[in-house]
């Protein structure tokens, strides 16, 4: 279960006060830090190599998701993706295809990135609820 950063959350956590826009802030901060805080957690123990893949890869480097791919054996699921999405009106496909890719490569390289998100998440959500007491 993912938690959803909303005005609601941080009302959950004690900013109860928060006028839309001051919460509309304060959540573009958070989402700032976690991924943040998120990047650095899970570059621990990557190579050099991996982070300049990773980092192609989710800026949609056609070559270079073609040949990481190839590399995993995906082009075929690769292919069947572009095709279930190829023609959709008012859909990015080169967007679909660099989020298909850099989910199936966090999957892979570090099959631990969602406890990892939820593990920052839980730090942040403590960071929030002590700084609301602390008002």
């Known amino acids: 279960m993912t938690t959803e950063m909303t005005p609601v959350w941080l009302a959950e956590l004690g900013l109860v006060d928060l006028t839309p826009e001051e919460a509309h802030e304060l959540l573009g901060l958070v989402a700032d830090q976690l991924e943040l805080r998120v990047g650095n957690d899970l570059s621990e123990g990557m190579t050099d190599e ?40 008012g859909l990015d496909l080169d967007q679909e295809v660099r989020e298909w890719a850099t989910g199936k490569w966090l999957a892979i390289t570090r099959p631990d990135h969602k406890d990892v998100v939820k593990s920052v998440m839980d730090q942040l959500a403590s960071e929030i609820r002590a700084a609301a007491k602390a008002r």
């Not at 980092?55 to 791919?69: E, F, R, S, V």
């Open 50 to 89: 991996q982070l300049d893949e990773f980092d192609l890869i989710t800026q949609g480097d056609p070559p270079t998701i073609k040949a990481w791919a190839s590399k995993t054996g995906l082009t075929g699921e690769l292919a069947a993706s572009v095709r279930r999405t190829d023609g959709i009106p």
